[in-house]
């Protein structure tokens, strides 16, 4: 009985910490503008309203950031996938000299200061045509990303029993036929779990968002975000900002929901061996 | 590790399948290296190569808005930003952060993951969300905090109820970085708990349970038997949660931008290239950068003691 209610507690405590920011910003962003900017420092809205969504729908930027963000990121999380699935396969499967430097340089670069490189990436692609474009932005997040997704795909292919593919084959299978039938569904799991988390960091990026990207043609949605506040900080519009947040959250609340547990797996996958 | 690296004299007979074998090991260590490659050089493309120029560059005096007037100035850009106290003032804070917030998020996270690890209903619930923190962009955890601190919106101010309803958080340094670092906990903690939650699950249920019958109290378990036996996952976590929070820079630029003397290093880094177009002084500074994180890096393996690749996965 006491183990009980003291878990009890806990996870409410738990519960409260996760949930509690994000009802704070869907509630704000029912508050009228007027109200946010006269001041209102109770956790609901006096009046709520819908007209902070509507103002943020009907803002061209937004709308372009949005589609900057999910086409930059998707486009950036196939290719990352793809390069890491041969690595990671290699890496679990092959026996050869420097496995271990590939890791090592993933590691390395996983805890890369990002904004050591701004400066630089800032010089080149305007040489190089690629400041302000989608090329641009993938190009560096394909390089943050991989070691990430190296990481999880090679934790997840270790585990996967590679014996089943020749007992395929004796069984009268092609190669083809093993590798399609009996190792894609015992990959498929693994891989979609690093796209799932690659995705979700190429949709946090924020530093490359805004050094290398000048207008909305490239510029992503936490970029946008950012510049919403114009040039007066002190008079933000509070409200239409958490309207634009909770739109740009509710994509991760929806991925969260339905793979969890995949989430969950990948984060964890290979931190704790030895 | 590679086969065939050891020939022990061995009698003629298997002289042809040795060699067989180590024409497989060559064919399979060929077949790896061009699996790895393309993944290797995308990554070293976007980090190495445009290190090295952030080295060359850093000797410059270069300035974009005037690149003709580019001169060798030797070290000089690195002494301008070393005997500079903003650097040291920068570099403070950023430390600050990631001490504070690391010791709280150990500890936090700590306590939620014992709590997850005993939990036997809910557990998807939690799992849930446990996971939005961690998915959210650090700018709308910024913007959801910044508002909540907030003099006029805020409703921090009216529910402490030692702070007055007039304190302005973000008028002067030190409050300023603690809503920093409570929005930077809030957004990692479960993170951090989700590592130490795999190394809790890691630990033998009978170990605990004959600690037990031993009379060892729960603290005693929790010190003696726990945390020894998660040193790896405690390790990995700090790492990576250590290095993450020293390169902080979405949520200062959207809180406060630095006012009020709150800059950390990477804010500085920007400012100089992006908004002050001082190329030379930027590049120095990204190089410091870059050394700080490595010699963060190998304190805190040397600290710890604890082969990071070994720990990950047996490589």
Not at chain 1, 154 to 166: K, T
Not at chain 2, 225 to 241: E, G, K, Q, S, Y
């Amino acid at each position: 009985m006491r183990t009980k209610v003291g878990q009890g507690i806990g996870l409410v405590l738990i519960l409260l910490w996760c949930l509690f920011p994000v009802a704070w910003i869907f509630s704000l962003s029912f508050k009228s503008v007027e109200e946010a900017a006269a001041g209102s420092p109770q956790f609901l809205p006096k009046d709520p309203t819908l007209d902070t969504y509507r103002e943020v729908l009907a803002n061209d930027d937004f709308q372009r950031a949005l589609i900057n963000s999910f086409g930059i990121s998707l486009i950036a999380t196939t290719l990352s996938v793809i390069l890491a699935t041969l690595a990671a396969y290699a890496i679990a499967r092959l026996d050869f000299t420097g496995k271990r430097v590939v890791l090592s340089i993933a590691l390395a670069i996983a805890m890369f200061p990002v904004v050591s490189l701004v400066g630089p990436l800032f010089d080149q692609w305007r040489v190089l045509g690629l400041f302000d474009t989608w090329p641009g932005l993938i190009i560096p997040y394909m390089s943050f990303t991989l070691p990430l997704a190296i990481w999880t795909l090679s934790a997840f292919f270790r585990e996967i029993p590679w014996e089943m593919e020749q007992a395929a084959q004796v069984d009268g299978a092609t190669a083809w036929q093993a590798f399609r039938k009996v190792i894609v569904p015992l990959a498929a799991p693994g891989v979609f779990t690093a796209a799932i988390l690659t995705f979700f960091f190429a949709w946090n990026d924020f530093v490359f968002g805004i050094s290398l990207t000048s207008t909305t043609d490239a510029r992503p949605v936490p970029a946008q975000l950012a510049f919403f506040v114009g040039p007066d900080q002190f008079n933000a519009p509070t409200s239409t900002l958490a309207a634009a947040s909770m739109m740009v959250t509710v994509p991760i609340i929806i991925i969260v929901l339905l793979f969890q547990r995949k989430i969950v797996a990948g984060l964890t996958s290979g931190a704790v061996k030895g | 590790m590679a086969t065939g690296a050891v020939t022990a004299p061995r009698p003629q007979a298997s002289d042809r399948a040795r060699r067989a074998a180590t024409e497989r090991s060559r064919g399979e260590n060929r077949l790896g290296w061009k699996l790895v490659a393309p993944a290797v050089v995308m990554m070293l493309l976007v980090t190495a190569y445009p290190m090295f120029r952030a080295l060359y560059l850093s000797l410059y005096k270069y300035r974009l808005t005037a690149p003709e007037d580019r001169e060798f100035v030797g070290l000089n850009n690195y002494l301008a930003v070393l005997t500079d106290s903003l650097w040291w003032i920068d570099v403070g804070n950023t430390v600050f952060i990631m001490v504070v917030t690391v010791a709280v998020e150990l500890v936090i996270g700590f306590a939620f993951a014992m709590v997850m690890h005993r939990l036997i209903f809910a557990r998807g619930v939690v799992r849930t969300s446990i996971l939005i923190p961690y998915g959210i962009i650090t700018v709308v955890s910024a913007f959801a905090w910044q508002f909540a601190f907030s003099l006029n919106n805020g409703f921090v101010n009216g529910w402490l109820p030692f702070v007055g309803d007039d304190f302005n958080w973000f008028g002067s340094k030190w409050p300023a970085l603690f809503a920093i670092c409570v929005s930077e906990i809030w957004k990692t903690t479960p993170f951090m708990s989700l590592l130490l939650l795999a190394g809790l699950s890691q630990i033998s249920e009978d170990m605990l349970e004959a600690a037990k019958v031993d009379g060892a109290t729960w603290w005693q378990r929790l010190w003696k038997v726990i945390i020894p036996n998660m040193r790896a996952a405690i390790m990995v976590a700090v790492l990576f949660r250590a290095l993450d929070a020293f390169r902080i820079f979405d949520n200062i630029y959207v809180m406060t931008r630095g006012a009020q003397g709150t800059e950390s290093a990477s804010f500085l880094t920007y400012r100089q290239v992006i908004e002050q177009f001082e190329l030379g002084i930027g590049s120095a500074l990204s190089v410091l950068l870059f050394l700080s994180v490595m010699l963060i890096a190998f304190l805190l393996v040397k600290l710890f003691r604890v082969d990071l690749a070994a720990a990950r996965q047996e490589g």
